[in-house]
């Protein structure tokens, strides 16, 4: 059951006469370059073979460090924050569910040993696991009588913190001639979008390919946001990353 723990947690050892299965070890998670900017809390899981250990941390009540009781072994550690809500409820992994796009996750994953007696202690640094894209029609004045659909090979984060490999399927809602999607990090090019019509006329961008042209890093710690403007007009398609004056275009075929 998930709880709100505060900031300090006794961690008790042994004495050298007792047993060693029944010692406990400490894990000390350092949190203090975590920004409370973005976040109120924090779900920390940390699993070995026999053990799991999951809570719900209000940032407000820790300073700096964690302290969590665990075995003595290997231990995977994983820490959320942001919208851990929008992902099916399949914790520690995170997977989007098909139809909808990437919640904003930022994410934390570590391999750690902890020996009898004393602690281990590592330092918790998040990462930005989305990339927020804007995408812009230009028409020519024309009206724009399409659906919009973004498809893909990733649906989300395993619990080591790899990219899961699944069917990502979501449909942006069109506000004006813009709409905003979050993509979660790629290991290739296979991203399209694809604009459909209610007589069937589909068109279908390969934006995996133009993002991977751009130079956009997909394996950077922090995801960069990501504008795109498609000109049927000029049919041309301009990408510009974080803000940045435009870094890549080219030419399309309708």
């Not at 890093?217 to 990501?226: A, Q, V």
Request: aromatic share 10%; glycine share 8%.
């Amino acid at each position: 059951m998930s709880s709100v723990v505060l900031a300090i947690v006794s961690c008790p050892g042994c004495s050298i006469k007792e047993g060693r299965d029944e010692c406990v070890c400490c894990l000390r998670l350092d949190m203090g370059d975590v920004g409370t900017d973005l976040f109120d809390s924090l779900r920390v899981n940390v699993s070995a073979d026999d053990f799991i250990f999951n809570s719900h941390v209000a940032l407000d009540t820790v300073n700096r460090w964690y302290d969590v009781e665990v075995p003595e072994g290997c231990l995977t550690v994983n820490v959320y924050g942001g919208d851990q809500m929008a992902f099916h409820s399949s914790f520690p992994d995170l997977v989007i569910p098909l139809g909808e796009d990437c919640g904003e996750i930022y994410s934390f994953h570590d391999k750690v040993c902890v020996g009898f007696p004393g602690y281990s202690e590592i330092t918790v640094d998040m990462c930005k696991n989305f990339a927020r894209l804007e995408v812009e029609l230009l028409s020519g004045g024309n009206s724009i009588p399409y659906r919009t659909e973004i498809c893909g090979n990733i649906n989300g984060y395993r619990a080591d913190g790899s990219l899961s490999e699944g069917d990502f399927r979501c449909f942006p809602v069109m506000e004006g001639n813009r709409f905003v999607v979050n993509l979660p990090r790629q290991k290739d090019s296979s991203l399209s979008m694809i604009l459909s019509d209610d007589d069937g006329n589909e068109v279908r961008f390969a934006i995996g390919e133009y993002i991977k042209e751009s130079g956009y890093d997909w394996t950077e710690k922090n995801l960069k946001d990501m504008e795109m403007i498609v000109d049927y007009a000029e049919t041309e398609l301009k990408i510009s990353v974080d803000k940045w004056i435009t870094v890549y275009s080219a030419k399309f075929v309708i």
